[in-house]
């Protein structure tokens, strides 16, 4: 009979003990904790720690691209990497149901290692709950993950002509995501971009000086640099044309009318460098990333669209949210 | 063709100045029937690019939008007071009811879910055939054909669980009612691609005739509404009243109709809806009471009727200082409304123009 986690997984007892023994130590391997006491004593390197936390209830568990496990990891060092910091350690919280297959969280345990390890993190700690059949989704998961400072951030010193750059194409995530639920029958050739960001992004700040950085998941690209210009004396204004889009989310953004500047990404990143500076940057990004705006003096606070028909658009931030759920 | 040909900067500027050219002087009023035709129109600020001397106004061609409160009200009643699992497209959730909305509706306990085709409920009422199944079929002539087939398929299934809460709208009488109203005084018509995909152009015809008014038939894209701007510049500059076809990649042209080609509008469609439905009086929001306004399913078919099946008391009102009624027949423009932006908005709608991607409220304030 197939393996399921059943309530006594998380009792504290025998069985809890064979789950993190068996499952999780023996799948994180080497990027597993190196005991299994209360907590991890860690050597801390010089600087500033950087800290942060995010929970994952994407659902479905799994989807083209990568599943809850990628995601888990992935998140949380991206959201530490563009804090300009070296992600280090991540903790692992999870929550199960009773009733997923142990071959399901296998799989998701197997993703959250391979993803750690191409990041270069560690889990370090962790803990395991069980929850009724019926009263979860599967498995949620918690990771917190600290990070050293080592390139921080120089918002105040954007300033008109500033370049707005995007590492690849936009809206990969959320799109694949909604084409996931239910009764939407679209064979459309998507998946999520979910990856870690830390090395691509170290490369380029190890070159050149990048004012601003974020990876712009829930409320999208739209919504990130609307959270960037909010109360300054300056705008941003994006061109259209210049925005990267893979085709099956162009074709999706006619069929369904959403707009992918509004859609999730799992594996990019928005930057603001110097005018100068944006060339040497879009090389070392590579692959699809393009300039996609500029720091403007007009439009000050604000962030506005040059649309293909050449007229302005104010974009505001993600109102009513089409679809929760996507990490 | 690709998409964004139909959104080529060159091209657009190229209509721009035929429309330019062809406008004769005076003042005009264009009506863009459909709400996926004011998206793009906001979205794009085709109104910036358009002469002075022409105003495009926003139509009631937005199926949520013109759905009237009593319906929101009747469908949160079979969910929390008769135990239906309630089906809907999913931009009708936040529409406010009198006392709540569905999306509310599903928190207080209201078995409530989105889906994108009416199939789909069909489907899940045939899986679990103790529970009443309820798809909530709102729309104009473009959502009657699937509509309709659900119904059908139910039947051939034998289900006895499964019924549709209908509130179809027909266009050319909505049409009709805002040429009518001394309130609204339009010049010419973009009607509506999908639609007319439908039911072909015949029905606008005598529209044209009677209130010696243009109209041409537009799709969604930048373009698309351009070239139903310019052909309707030319019919004002030629005095001409004819419905026109500006949209052919989806509309068969009258052309190939004539040379007996290809039928106008989908004939299979409307001989499935005709099997089904009957033209009926109908209530829309912000229109009232219209003749030959809607359809309601033939007496063949009762017992796939949700307001035959069961009996919904319901006590409805409109929101208080709510103007979708004027907004969506194009009497006022959404930042006349007092309510707009201060407290209604896309996360707290009270009016239904709010809510929809379609409603003209929601794209004036996200596209603003």
């Known amino acids: 009979m197939e393996q399921k986690i059943i309530l006594g997984h998380g009792s504290g007892g025998r069985l809890t003990q064979e789950l993190v023994r068996d499952l999780f130590c023996k799948h994180l391997g080497e990027v597993g904790p190196s005991s299994l006491d209360d907590g991890a004593v860690l050597d801390f390197p010089e600087g500033k720690l950087v800290y942060t936390t995010d929970s994952y209830v994407v659902s479905p568990l799994e989807f083209p691209g990568g599943d809850i496990g990628t995601l888990c990891v992935a998140g949380t060092v991206n959201d530490l990497a563009v804090m300009g910091a070296k992600p280090l350690w991540l903790s692992l919280g999870v929550i199960l149901e009773a009733g997923l297959p142990f071959r399901t969280l296998e799989k998701i345990v197997q993703s959250i290692a391979r993803t750690a390890q191409k990041a270069g993190v560690q889990i370090v700690c962790g803990d395991t709950k069980v929850v009724e059949h019926g009263k979860g989704d599967g498995i949620y998961i918690n990771t917190s993950g600290i990070g050293v400072l080592t390139k921080p951030l120089a918002e105040d010193s954007i300033e008109p002509g500033d370049k707005i750059l995007i590492s690849g194409t936009i809206g990969d995530h959320g799109m694949t995501l909604l084409t996931m639920r239910k009764g939407f029958e679209v064979d459309a050739d998507l998946k999520s971009d979910c990856a870690p960001l830390n090395h691509l992004i170290e490369k380029v700040t190890s070159a050149i000086e990048v004012k601003w950085m974020r990876d712009p998941t829930r409320g999208g690209v739209a919504t990130a640099l609307n959270e960037l210009t909010d109360g300054n004396g300056w705008g941003i204004l994006l061109q259209e044309a210049d925005l990267p889009f893979s085709e099956p989310v162009r074709g999706l953004e006619e069929l369904l009318g959403l707009d992918p500047l509004y859609s999730a990404n799992e594996g990019k990143v928005l930057m603001v460098v110097s005018a100068a500076d944006a060339k040497q940057a879009l090389e070392l990004l590579g692959g699809e990333a393009a300039v996609i705006g500029e720091v403007t003096a007009e439009h000050a606070g604000k962030l506005v669209l040059n649309t293909t028909m050449n007229t302005l658009r104010t974009l505001g931030v993600l109102t009513s949210d089409p679809l929760p759920r996507i990490c | ?368």
């Open chain 2, 1 to 368: 063709m690709k998409l964004e040909d139909f959104r080529n900067p060159e091209l657009a500027k190229k209509l721009v100045g035929a429309i330019n050219q062809a406008m004769p002087s005076g003042r005009f009023t264009v009506m863009e029937v459909c709400g996926g035709q004011t998206h793009t129109i906001y979205k794009y600020r085709l109104r910036e690019l358009l002469p002075k001397n022409l105003r495009l106004i926003s139509g009631p061609g937005c199926p949520v939008c013109v759905t009237p409160i009593n319906y929101i009200d009747k469908a949160i009643s079979l969910a929390l007071d008769h135990g239906c699992t309630i089906y809907t497209f999913g931009d009708l959730m936040r529409v406010p009811g009198t006392t709540m909305s569905l999306e509310r509706a599903a928190a207080e306990g209201g078995d409530i879910r989105a889906v994108y085709s009416p199939l789909q409920a069909m489907e899940a009422a045939a899986e679990a055939p103790e529970q009443e199944t309820v798809f909530l079929g709102i729309g104009f002539e473009t959502t009657m054909p699937p509509v309709v087939l659900s119904i059908v398929k139910a039947a051939q299934k034998g289900l006895t669980n499964f019924s549709v809460l209908l509130s179809g709208k027909r266009v050319p009488p909505v049409l009709d009612a805002v040429l009518q109203s001394p309130k609204i005084n339009v010049d010419g018509f973009i009607t509506p691609g999908h639609v007319t995909a439908v039911i072909g152009t015949a029905p606008y015809a005598p529209l044209c005739e009677k209130y010696q008014v243009p109209m041409a038939v537009g799709g969604f894209e930048p373009l698309d509404l351009l070239a139903a701007v310019l052909n309707l510049a030319q019919q004002f500059a030629a005095g001409t009243h004819e419905n026109a076809n500006a949209y052919t990649r989806a509309v068969p042209s009258i052309e190939s109709r004539r040379s007996g080609a290809k039928a106008d509008g989908n004939p299979k469609a409307q001989a499935l809806m005709d099997d089904v439905l009957e033209v009926a009086d109908d209530e829309l929001r912000g229109l009232g009471v219209l003749p030959q306004a809607g359809f309601a399913i033939r007496s063949t078919y009762a017992t796939f009727d949700a307001n035959k099946r069961f009996e919904i008391k319901t006590d409805s009102h409109e929101p208080e200082g709510c103007a979708c009624g004027e907004v969506l027949c194009g009497v006022i423009e959404p930042e006349e409304c007092p309510l707009f932006r201060t407290v209604c908005n896309p996360d707290s709608p009270i009016g239904s123009c709010m809510v929809s991607a379609e409603g003209a409220c929601n794209a004036a304030y996200l596209f603003g």
